[in-house]
Structure formats: C-alpha cells, structure tokens
C-alpha cells in the first residue's frame, strides 16, 4: 500500500522557519518526481516545488524561489519542505504528492500538513 | 505560466442530475490535463488523467474530453458522494497550475 506521510507543520512567527517532512512506503521512491502543493484556507491548489527522483533537478514557483528548498532522502524514503523568512500568506495546508512520470499526474497524496504564520 | 480557468466557479445540482464543468488553459497544452476532487478536509483524488482517461476504480459515471486549451469533466448521474471540490491542474509544463476549482453543492 502507498502512503505519504507528512509531518513537521505548526504555528510559527513570521520571518521564522519550518521543516516539513513526507515519509513514503509503498512505490520506488527514489524512481519519482516528488511535489509540494499547498492550499490556504478556503482557497484552491497552488504547485510549491517538485524534486527529481536521484535529487539533482528542482524547480519552485515564484512565491517561494529563494526561501524555500526541496530536498531528499532516498536512503530514508523522505521528501523535505524547509521553509526560511516565513510570510502570513504561506499560510496553508501544505501536501506532498508524487507524479506519475508518463502521464504527468499527482496519483499519490499525503494528508497535508497545516503551516500557520502568525504572530 | 500556464493559467488555468474553470467554470462555473460554483453549481448546485440534485441527485441524479448531469453536470459539466469546463476548463480552459491559457496556451495549449495538449493532452496534459487531469482532474481531481477533493472532499473537505481530505487530499485531492485523481479522477481523470491526460484529459480523458479514467483512474483505475473511480466510477464510470465520470467522464472527461478535450485537448489544446478547452476541456470538460461530466458527472452522467450524480450520486450524494460527488457533492465536492473539483480542480482541474495542467502538467504540460512547470510551474503546474491548478485551476480555481468548481464547488458542486446539492440543490
């Protein structure tokens, strides 16, 4: 069976930082594409990053570039979020998900993770 | 970036009804177009992939269409299970994007 399993998420104070972790069982981690999605409150679906599986490839959306970074673990099967110079608008749940790398979709999610910036 | 735009933003329909939801992309993108639902509280759910097929043990009541930039997912017969969040996303390149999504509300 498949699980993505994030943790790491909480209350922190803006300017402040976080490690997000997803733990994956279950597929040939180090074969995949792995995203961060993250979603506000009552809002929809934003992409944050994706990493190649052997890690040499990343790419992040503009809201994050240069206070985010992705990274693995493939000894380990853990994908990492960590999260520098925190804003309230990175508020969100944030979710893991793998990539299907011929079709190109998210077939796999983890449960989210809840991050909230505030003072 | 690819924007993707969704309508209607919202729907409100009753048990046994056919509904159609559409999604256009900003640019073509092929084929690379999924749809997902999402249930409050829950992770997103693949429901269709490359614009028209169907994952593996969602019901056949869904169904999808289109390539370049005009897509649609149809529901034949809603059931009370379907009354959710529906979000189509492009793949064809980076950044992904989602569209804003369709909350289908029972009438």
């Known amino acids: 069976e498949v699980q993505l399993v994030e943790s790491g998420g909480g209350l922190v104070q803006p300017g402040g930082s976080l490690r997000l972790s997803c733990a994956a069982s279950?597929?040939?981690?180090?074969?995949?594409?792995m995203h961060w999605v993250r979603q506000a409150p009552g809002k929809g679906m934003v992409w944050v990053s994706r990493?190649?599986?052997?890690?040499?490839?990343?790419n992040y959306g503009d809201s994050v570039k240069g206070r985010f970074t992705i990274s693995r673990d493939n000894a380990k099967n853990t994908l990492y979020l960590q999260m520098n110079t925190l804003r309230a608008e990175d508020t969100a749940v944030y979710y893991c998900?793998?990539?299907?790398?011929?079709?190109?979709?998210?077939?796999?999610w983890g449960q989210g993770t809840l991050v909230t910036v505030s003072s | 970036d690819i924007q993707m735009t969704q309508s209607p933003s919202s729907l409100s329909a009753s048990v046994g009804d056919r509904v159609t939801i559409t999604c256009r992309a900003s640019?073509?993108?092929?084929?690379?177009l999924n749809w997902y639902q999402q249930k409050p509280g829950k992770a997103p759910k693949l429901l269709i992939y490359?614009?028209?097929s169907l994952q593996s043990g969602v019901p056949s009541r869904f169904s999808a269409g289109g390539s370049g930039t005009d897509f649609t997912l149809t529901i034949s017969s809603l059931q009370p299970e379907d009354f959710a969040t529906y979000y189509c996303?492009?793949?064809?390149?980076?950044?992904?994007?989602f569209g804003q999504g369709t909350t289908l509300e029972i009438k």
């Open positions: 279950g597929f040939t981690f180090s074969s995949s594409w």
């Open positions: 990493i190649y599986g052997d890690g040499t490839t990343t």
């Open positions: 996303q492009q793949s064809y390149s980076t950044p992904r994007t």
């Open positions: 640019q073509s993108i092929g084929t690379y």
């Open positions: 490359a614009a028209f």
């Open positions: 998900a793998r990539e299907n790398s011929t079709s190109r979709f998210y077939d796999y």
